[in-house]
């Protein structure tokens, strides 16, 4: 009996390039979502952050997309985060209100762009 286990063991190597998250080491449950996103369409992904937690967040488009994290304070909408026509980008977001943050990514390309966006949201350390 012929045992494959090269393949096995490539496909985990490439799935630990691919999801960075996963490989950070924090031992925190992330989230994975692949969609593609219509032309002059938006995707949204809102989670509860505490002024205690960081976001992690890492993502790849097939065409540049506009990624912003935004947070409403009131009547107000503010954009901590605001990156234009970028394919792919990460970054770690300390949030300054407990608050409802939302990343967003926008396709103003006038065809649709699938994007890959892996978060998580952990708990602020000493030296983090």
Not at 57 to 66: E, S, V
Not at 83 to 101: D, L, N, Q, W, Y
Not at 109 to 124: C, G, I, M, N, S
Request: hydrophobic share 40%; with cysteine; aromatic share 6%.
């Amino acid at each position: 009996m012929r045992h494959s286990t090269g393949r096995v063991g490539a496909a985990l190597v490439v799935g630990a390039l691919l999801s960075p998250l996963a490989a950070s080491g924090q031992g925190v449950a992330h989230k994975v979502i692949t969609t593609s996103v219509a032309s002059s369409g938006a995707h949204k992904e809102c989670l509860s952050l505490a002024g205690s937690q960081r976001l992690r967040y890492w993502f790849r488009a097939d065409g540049p997309l506009d990624f912003d994290i935004q947070v409403q304070v009131g009547r107000e909408v503010r954009y901590p985060v605001r990156r234009r026509k970028v394919s792919m980008g990460s970054g770690i977001f300390a949030p300054k209100v407990s608050e409802v943050h939302c990343m967003v990514l926008t396709n103003s390309a006038e065809h649709p762009v699938t994007v890959r966006l892996e978060f998580a949201r952990f708990k602020q350390t000493p030296g983090n």
